[in-house]
């Protein structure tokens, strides 16, 4: 099974469906630390930068389509003023996006973003589906899987075939899992060693953003298991 990354950043994503048995085709992503990172650990692999200049044109087909589109429209960090959710200038190229995977028409779509679910899933859903596809979306928290921060993630994950009965079972087994009891990082605390470290960028902002931004792998691995096992 292969697939195809948008808004990939670092490859947090990316790794994890590699993990679970994918094969990496295309990789798109507009910032140059994030493309430096993915040119390391996916050095085969064609790039793209600008989602807006790409399409069924340039990306080959996929059996998979996932990533996490900007979520600065949405987020709840720094909620001082209201969000423009969905018709904002960067959470909206979710129309890019869906653009894509109505021209590329691929069996699955994995789509990650803020924990505020309500939004965007409704929507995200909403478009989705008016493009043939059927739906289910869960959250699910990092310390899930061991992290020591909960960082927890809204996902929709979609398939074109109605494939209803693998997704409800998809579904269910990623509402079902609970936290590894365990310490887990309050963010008053240092930033645990193995998030800060020195990699010689000036004031480690561009590697903080990067991780940031990123999905744990664990997280995408596990999804990406489910999906491999409804095929």
């Known amino acids: 099974m292969n697939y195809g990354s948008l808004f990939a950043g670092i ?7 590699d993990r679970a048995g994918m094969t990496c085709k295309w990789q798109v992503e507009i910032d140059p630390y994030c493309q430096k990172v993915l040119t390391k650990h ?38 001082a003023v209201p969000r423009a959710g969905l ?25 990650e973003n803020s924990p505020r679910w309500k939004m965007w899933t409704p929507y995200v ?8 596809y059927k739906t289910i979306s869960a959250r699910i928290c990092s310390s899930t899987f061991g992290s020591p921060h909960r960082r927890p993630r809204a996902f929709v ?18 509402a079902s899992v609970q936290e590894i009891p365990g310490k887990i990082w309050n963010g008053g605390e240092p930033c645990p060693k193995d998030i800060r470290m020195d990699d010689g960028f000036p004031r480690k902002m561009d590697r903080l953003r990067g991780l940031g931004n990123a999905v744990v792998p664990q997280v995408a691995e596990y999804i990406g298991r489910l999906i491999m096992e409804a095929k």
């Open 42 to 79: 996916w050095p085969d692999v064609p790039k793209f930068e600008d989602i807006r200049e790409c399409g069924k044109h340039n990306l080959k087909p996929v059996d998979l389509i996932a990533g996490g589109f900007p979520c600065q429209d949405i987020s709840s960090a720094n909620t």
């Open 125 to 132: 859903r909403a478009d989705l589906e008016d493009i043939g």
């Open 11 to 17: 490859g947090g994503i990316d790794l994890g469906l």
């Open 157 to 174: 994950v979609a398939n074109s075939n109605g494939n209803r009965e693998s997704l409800v079972a998809i579904y269910e087994k990623m």
């Open 87 to 111: 018709s904002g200038k960067k959470s909206g190229l979710w129309t890019e996006f869906r653009r894509i995977v109505k021209e590329i028409r691929p069996t699955w779509v994995l789509v």
